[in-house]
T-cell receptor, first 112, second 115 residues
Framework: QQQVKQSPQSLIVQKGGISIINCAYE??????FPWYQQFPGKGPALLIA?????SEKKEGRFTISFNKSAKQFSLHIMDSQPGDSATYFC???????????FGTGTRLTVIP | NAGVTQTPKFQVLKTGQSMTLQCAQD?????MSWYRQDPGMGLRLIHY???????DQGEVPNGYNVSRSTTEDFPLRLLSAAPSQTSVYFC??????????????FGEGSWLTVV
């Protein structure tokens, strides 16, 4: 059973456009929600993370929006660039669990 | 600045063979873990350790063993390889807890094929 559901599976965006990736979870004990970026042949790298006490977190062109009541969170990439082409994973865990549950990934392609 | 180093990068095994994936980190991190990545499944936690001498099971531990005799090393052993263990394996490390500013660093992965 997938603890974190992620969509879409793949996404194609024009350069300069907005990329939006969505995730949903059921476990209300989750209290940490990171996003990871993975380039081909490399390991995932932390992009941005949020705690449920805030509804939005922004770092440069990357923004996490968090809806606690809907148990959903999303990644917005503004002004998408070809260099953003990668696979993005959302994840979630709870304090003390030491088990980060990952979504299934979204393969983003930004067309020049 | 090595970070998290995994070896080997690629390996082909026959069903029933055993092998060890090596993982080493030079950041003095307490937390280390192994994940496997399969198409359409994301990354799933196999085993983790919060310090030398301490290991615990993750989401998919069956068929794998780990040990943590030093802070730096966290090898993953496949006892009797099965085709279902064909996957990409990632080792990761972090200060504990791995949140609130403590990033999990992943290695570059080990591609394992079991035939």
């Amino acid at each position: 059973q997938q603890q974190v559901k992620q969509s879409p599976q793949s996404l194609i965006v024009q350069k300069g456009g907005i990329s939006i990736i969505n995730c949903a979870y059921e476990n209300t004990a989750f209290d940490y929600f990171p996003w990871y970026q993975q380039f081909p042949g490399k390991g995932p790298a932390l992009l941005i993370a949020i705690r449920p006490d805030v509804s939005e977190k922004k770092e440069g062109r990357f923004t996490i929006s968090f809806n606690k009541s809907a148990k959903q969170f999303s990644l917005h990439i503004m002004d998408s660039q070809p260099g953003d082409s990668a696979t993005y994973f959302c994840a979630a865990d709870q304090t003390g669990a030491n088990n980060l549950f990952f979504g299934t990934g979204t393969r983003l392609t930004v067309i020049p | 600045n090595a970070g998290v180093t995994q070896t080997p990068k690629f390996q082909v095994l026959k069903t029933g063979q055993s092998m060890t994936l090596q993982c080493a980190q030079d950041m003095n991190h307490e937390y280390m873990s192994w994940y496997r990545q399969d198409p359409g499944m994301g990354l799933r936690l196999i085993h983790y350790s919060v310090g030398a001498g301490i290991t615990d099971q993750g989401e998919v531990p069956n068929g794998y063993n780990v040990s943590r005799s030093t802070t730096e090393d966290f090898p993953l052993r496949l006892l009797s390889a099965a085709p279902s263990q064909t996957s990409v394996y990632f080792c990761a490390s972090s200060q504990t807890p791995y949140r609130d500013g403590n990033t999990i660093y992943f290695g570059e992965g080990s591609w394992l094929t079991v035939v």
